[in-house]
């Protein structure tokens, strides 16, 4: 039987507690636990898939850090929902700024990185359709099954708000899903 | 729709984490943990000030006389005194119970203080008694 979301966050402190408690074998276990959920969130916001494993790396550091100020407040997922967004951000924005070409959609690169973000890349592709705050909220919700709650405070906003974005980002979806599949 | 939003999701969730991973992240983590050395800091300032006060105590000035009368005593010389004087001890229950008083010295041989207080009536009545007997 699986175990409920609730027992899963209950774990995942446990894991936290550990952690701030000085036994590093518990950060481990956080990073083995998180680091593909980090690393599909990475996959899908970062322009270039080369940089993925470079910034989940750069999120896993930070939680180093972070996470021993953790408080418990939300689930440690959240936090590192939020710590992820802000790497990604910058990951994006150096690599803007530094002017590389953007990655086209059959562009160089290693091809093994790009085999395995195939799946982020056409999703990102969906995705990028929707206002950002959409998108975060189709990920949240629909990819990573959070419950609302925690959705809202991964976003930063109130339940009711991430029940009317789901709404708009599902009746978006929904016409650009349906024009792709008829075209 | 529904089935193209599975779909989506089934792919996201293939998406995994590179073989490895977990290790580079690991070897990249600070050696030393930073919470295992946090008290240094606090240590260090403490151990600092104690051996600034240690130093400056021999160093301090004599108290200064007020009005012709001598150095007020310092809380430190007083607790000294505190701590030569002898303690007292309150006596222990045991020992109050056990005590036994000296016994006392014997009363004044005398008569009852009744006879004490009343001579001449019992000679009266004496003499009545003897004068009645005989008559």
């Not at chain 1, 690393?39 to 970062?46: E, K, Q, S, T």
């Not at chain 1, 802000?86 to 086209?104: K, T, W």
């Not at chain 2, 006060?53 to 108290?63: G, V």
């Amino acid at each position: 039987m699986g175990r409920s979301m609730r027992d899963l966050d209950a774990a995942d402190s446990e894991l936290l507690r550990r952690f701030r408690r000085g036994d590093e074998q518990a950060f481990t276990a956080i990073v083995q636990r998180f680091q593909h959920r980090i690393c599909r969130l990475c996959a899908v916001w970062l322009s270039d898939p080369q940089l993925v494993e470079d910034a989940a790396q750069e999120v896993f550091l930070r939680s180093y850090q972070g996470l021993r100020r953790f408080r418990f407040r939300s689930a440690p997922f959240t936090w590192l929902y939020r710590t992820t967004r802000n790497v990604c951000h910058e990951f994006n924005r150096i690599r803007r700024d530094d002017a590389l070409p953007e990655l086209a959609d059959d562009g160089p690169g290693p091809a093994g990185e790009l085999q395995r973000y195939e799946a982020a890349r056409r999703l990102r592709a969906v995705l990028a359709e929707l206002p950002p705050r959409q998108q975060e909220v189709v990920l949240l919700r629909v990819f990573e099954d959070l419950p609302v709650r925690e959705t809202a405070r991964a976003m930063g906003c109130r339940e009711g708000t991430v029940k009317a974005l789901l709404h708009q980002a599902t009746q978006s979806l929904r016409g650009l899903l349906d024009e792709e599949h008829a075209g | 729709m529904r089935e193209h939003g599975q779909q989506l999701k089934r792919d996201y969730r293939a998406i995994e984490a590179p073989p490895g991973f977990a290790a580079r992240v690991q070897a990249r983590l600070p050696r030393s943990s930073p919470r295992r050395y946090a008290w240094l800091p606090a240590a260090a300032a403490a151990a600092l000030v104690v051996v600034a006060l240690l130093l400056l105590r021999p160093a301090e000035p004599p108290r200064t006389m007020v009005a012709g009368l001598g150095p007020a005593p310092s809380l430190t010389a007083l607790s000294r005194v505190m701590a030569d004087k002898p303690s007292l001890r309150s006596p222990s229950l045991t020992r109050l119970r056990s005590y036994s008083a000296p016994p006392l010295p014997p009363k004044p041989r005398a008569g009852p203080p009744a006879d004490r207080a009343r001579p001449h009536r019992r000679s009266h009545l004496e003499t009545t008694l003897e004068e009645t007997h005989h008559g």
